[in-house]
């Protein structure tokens, strides 16, 4: 591993350190006082709004017109919200060129499966209402929210509605079972996460449901007939083989996919704007995001 790499590594293990201590309550309002010491780009616009019941903003530059990516954060289906994601869905906004619709979707444990799913659902079924074709929409998240995407596109296509250009998944959590070798083999090197606390936060979600329910865990979908799919994780994250599991299942299946593994990257690294490895990322996000649109 680089110097460069370690150092930064320390850095970002120094600030994500403890955030699954404390009670649900405490994590949450941890997450919003950090926020606040992000920096929003001063060329995008941030819009409140009801998304067919549920709470959103939109977030976009003035000459965004490609399309919407309807953006699902990340946070082990029980933390996260648009204010902690605000300043990393402008940066894809701004490198996209679409509109950006994220979701304050409802949370575990109050609100176990399928309120984050349903209230996906309908976000999008909004969007159709308010005249977007679905051809120009690209559902994207990270962590679970990435999984939530997965899970929605499952969803669609089982009942037989239109589904949108494609998805942008970042580490996804495809298995809330855990099965997957990576949980193990990559335990070492992942200051994130941790199996135990991801068992944890699996438990307020799924509840009394069959974990591999593949509205819950979409590795265990069939996945023939899903649109485009990107997916991009790091090489040093436990939930690697959520990725590259998910991949292969979905290649198997006829499904146009591209998956990115970054070498030395960590869950979810591009949250953090300073790396280079982010800058890339993004430009293979919004490439992604044009090519099918436009195809579309």
């Known amino acids: 591993m680089s110097l460069r790499n370690t150092l930064i590594k320390k850095l970002i293990a120094f600030l ?7 009670t649900i309550t405490e994590q949450r309002a941890r997450q919003e006082k950090l926020s606040k010491y992000t920096r929003l780009p001063v060329d995008v616009q941030y819009h409140p709004v009801d998304a067919g019941g549920v ?45 950006c619709l994220a979701l304050n979707y409802r949370l575990a444990p109050e609100h176990p499966f399928p309120a984050a799913l349903d209230d996906v659902a309908a976000s999008y079924h909004w969007l159709l209402s308010q005249g977007v074709d679905p051809s120009h929409i690209i559902l994207a998240g990270d962590s679970a929210g990435g999984g939530l995407a997965l899970s929605t596109l499952v969803r669609l296509r089982d009942a037989g509605e239109q589904l949108p250009a494609g998805a942008v998944c970042l580490s996804p959590w495809t298995d809330l079972a855990l099965t997957g070798a990576s949980n193990h083999r990559k335990a070492k090197v992942d200051f994130i ?24 865990s979409p590795l265990y979908a069939d996945l023939t007939g899903l649109p485009p799919l990107l997916i991009q994780a790091g090489s040093d994250e436990i939930l690697l083989d959520d990725a590259t599991r998910f991949a292969e299942k979905a290649r198997a299946a006829g499904v146009n996919i591209s998956l990115e593994i970054w070498d030395e990257m960590f869950h979810v690294f591009q949250l953090f704007s300073f790396l280079p490895e982010t800058k890339q990322a993004i430009s293979q996000i919004a490439a992604f995001a044009s090519q099918h649109c436009r195809n579309s």
């Open 55 to 99: 709470e959103a903003e939109w977030i976009e530059r003035s000459e965004s017109n490609l399309g919407v990516i309807l953006y699902l954060h990340g946070g082990a289906y029980a933390l996260g919200s648009i204010t902690g994601h605000r300043e990393w869905i402008a940066r894809l906004a701004q490198a996209t060129r679409m509109r």
């Open 16 to 22: 994500m350190s403890g955030w699954a201590e404390g």
């Open 193 to 216: 996460l941790n199996r135990d606390t991801l068992q944890k936060y699996a438990s307020y979600y799924v509840v009394q449901h069959n974990v591999a329910n593949p509205w819950i």
